[in-house]
Every structure is written in structure tokens, then in C-alpha cells.
């Protein structure tokens, strides 16, 4: 196993550091690399250079158990144990989630709806729960908001809205995204926090307009909008890890690339069957 780490690392290190680092003689080394490499030694690299390319193609956030279903076919299957020793081997990680931050300001009078999903995260069919939710962002100008609505039945971002301030109408504008893009029938629940900007007259009048019911998290209770949470926690993770606080423009284009080029396109979601949130709601539509 030493030797296979040499000879994956060697394009990276030295091979005498390598030797050195693991405790091994560089003739030894030399001695097993010279050796005709089995079937599955050859198997095993041509493994890893398919692990290395699906993993850098998912922005390095893949850990082994999307790799793998990924990677893993019937005509090629691949044991998870396996897989996750290449990805050792070859020191291939997902990146590793920091601690965020989501705000809104609940302290108001203004009139809050009764929590409806009671923690229930999931919708029969399209359009018929979204689920919204801020978050701030660090950039070289300041601070960026943005704020998303979820349908819970494919998880997808359906609408969105980024602004230097947080405004109402930053949670309005993301609203009215959602609604000119999927025209959701009569009945849609809106779930989200007590935030001000989900309780504004305008926020409510809108919801009222289109035939939207709303409802609202316990004060406090982040576990109440989990679905939108967990977008957060993967847009910090997937995105924000490596984030060199850009410009507010240039924040925003990654943003936007993140959201609808990765995140409802090519991300595969566990819940979902391990597909992209475009995909499962295209798979429905053709049966």
C-alpha cells in the first residue's frame, strides 16, 4: 500500500520525500514498480483517474458515497470499501464544512402564520411547497445577501435574489423569480422563518395574489426550515470554503454559477436517488 501511495504521489513529491515520509527504502520502491503490474493494480488506476476526474468535476465536494454511486455501474461494479482505500490512496477528500451563519430579524409585530410542515420535508409533486430562507456573505466591499426559495419536492432553487443590503425587497424580487418560473397552481405552502422581510405587507400581498399560504418556523428554531439550512450549510461547504472575499459583481457571477450551472443541475442529491434536482423533476415529466 505504501509503494501504490508512492506511485500515485510521485507526479506531486519527490520520490526520495515520499520514501523518506513513509518509512521505506527508495530501492525497495524501485524494486515493486519495476515489477509487471497486475490486473488489479492496472484496474485500480484506471479507477482512480475516473475517481480523481468525478471529484473534480463536483468542485472537490464529493465524498466517497456519491462517488461511488457515480462511478459504480452494473457492467463495472465497484465495492464501497474499495473505492474508499483508492480515495485514501490517492488523497482524494470532499472539502469539510465550516461553521455559517443564516440571519433574519424576528424581532417585530408584524402578523406571523402558523408553522404548517410540523418538520415534514417533503411534497408529492412540484409547486406544491417552497421553502425560503437569507444568508449574509463576506466580499472586499461588504457584505452580500442573498436569499433563496426550495422546492421541497426535487430540492431545487426555484428562485433567488442577492442584494448589499437586506431589504424586503430582496426576499420580494426572489419570490417573484420563483413565481414567473414555474407559475405554481393554487395551494402552494411557503414556509420560512419569522424574518421581517417574510412578514412585510408586501411579502404577504404577494403571497395573497397568488393564491399562497404561508407558514413559519418556531422563533428561534433553525431545525423548524431544515431544507433551507442544509442548502446553506452545502453552498458554505461547496462554495464559500475556498472563498477569497471578492468583489460584490464577482460574488455575485459565482453565486449564480453556483445555484444554476451546479447546485439544480449536475449536484446529485441522496434524497433524490442520488440525481440532480433537473434530472428528477425530467425523469417525472417522462413517466
Given at each position: ?96 464544512r465550516r461553521k455559517y451563519r443564516v440571519t433574519t430579524n424576528s424581532n417585530h409585530r408584524r402578523p406571523v402564520a402558523p408553522n ?172
Open positions: 500500500m505504501r509503494y501504490q501511495f508512492i506511485d500515485v504521489e510521485r507526479v506531486n513529491y519527490p520520490i526520495r520525500v515520499l520514501c523518506r515520509v513513509l518509512m521505506v527504502a527508495r530501492s525497495g520502491y524501485y524494486a515493486w514498480s519495476s515489477r509487471p503490474m497486475s490486473s488489479r493494480a492496472k484496474t485500480n488506476q484506471r479507477l482512480l483517474v475516473k475517481i480523481r476526474a468525478i471529484h473534480a468535476e463536483s468542485r472537490g465536494t464529493y465524498g466517497s458515497p456519491r462517488i461511488h454511486r457515480a462511478l459504480s455501474t452494473p457492467q463495472e461494479p465497484v465495492s464501497k470499501n474499495r473505492l474508499a482505500r483508492l480515495m485514501r490512496v490517492g488523497g482524494v477528500r470532499s472539502k469539510h404548517l410542515l410540523s418538520r415534514e420535508f417533503s411534497a408529492a409533486e412540484p409547486n406544491r411547497v417552497w421553502v425560503g430562507d437569507i444568508t449574509f456573505i463576506w466580499t472586499r466591499e461588504g457584505w452580500l445577501y442573498l436569499a433563496v426559495l426550495i422546492d421541497l419536492y426535487s430540492r431545487m432553487v426555484v428562485g433567488w435574489s442577492m442584494s448589499s443590503r437586506v431589504t424586503d425587497d430582496l426576499t420580494v424580487a426572489a419570490l417573484k423569480m420563483a413565481l414567473a418560473a414555474r407559475r405554481p397552481p393554487a395551494g402552494l405552502i411557503h414556509h420560512s422563518d419569522q424574518g421581517s422581510q417574510y412578514t412585510s405587507a408586501a411579502y404577504r400581498q404577494l403571497l395573497k395574489d397568488h393564491n399562497i399560504t404561508a407558514s413559519m418556523s418556531r422563533r428561534g428554531d433553525c431545525w423548524d426550515n431544515a431544507v433551507a439550512e442544509s442548502f446553506y450549510a452545502t453552498l458554505e461547504k461547496e462554495l464559500l470554503l475556498d472563498w477569497d472575499v471578492r468583489g460584490r459583481d464577482a460574488a455575485r457571477r459565482e453565486i449564480f454559477d453556483f445555484i444554476e450551472a451546479f447546485y439544480n443541475r449536475e449536484r446529485i442529491h441522496s434524497t433524490l436517488g442520488y440525481v440532480s434536482p433537473v434530472t428528477y423533476e425530467a425523469a417525472v415529466k417522462t413517466t
